[in-house]
């Protein structure tokens, strides 16, 4: 194993043990189950919108190490970003779980989550690194329509 791995590995470890993100939050907006039923993981996020600005994250659940990691690094790398901002960067992640081509400027973006890069590799545990990534397109797709922002969101 490399330096850099070890520290991937590291990385996900953390995550998977004790998350600051595992949490329910106080104001939810929406909130999407996913489920992967090979590994039986089950997650639900939760999601507090402030305008088209993803204001806070969190989730609760249980599963293997690397869904419950992905879950929480994902969280890291998406709070603070707007929804389009989200679905790239959630496209860069499968499109790097799935080995597609993708250039150094576009992995940048996907911070610490580059940290599964070597999942492709593991086919069994796919699934579980994107049941997070999935389950958030899942939520935008479905309430939080491309240019729209939020739906409920006051007149300023
Ligand atoms: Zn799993």
Not at 108 to 124: G, Q, R
Request: proline fraction near 1%; glycine fraction near 6%; hydrophobic fraction near 35%.
């Amino acid at each position: 194993m490399d330096e850099l791995e070890q520290v991937y590995n590291e990385l996900i470890m953390e995550h998977s043990m004790n998350s600051y993100n595992k949490k329910q939050l106080k104001d939810v907006d929406f909130s999407e189950k996913g489920h992967n039923p090979n590994c039986g993981d089950e997650i639900t996020l939760e999601i507090k919108m402030n305008g088209d600005i993803i204001e806070d994250m969190a989730f609760l659940g249980h599963g293997c190490a690397i869904s419950q990691s992905s879950t929480s690094i994902m969280i890291d790398t998406l709070k603070g970003k707007t929804i389009e901002e989200a679905r790239g960067i959630i496209k860069t992640f499968i499109g790097m779980i799935k080995r597609e081509k993708i250039s150094d400027e576009e992995l940048e973006k996907l911070e610490d989550a580059i940290a599964f890069k070597n999942i492709a590799n593991m086919p069994a545990r796919v699934k579980c690194a994107l049941l997070a990534w999935h389950t958030l397109e899942d939520m935008i797709d479905k309430n939080l329509e491309q240019g729209n922002g939020t739906s409920n969101c006051c007149e300023n």
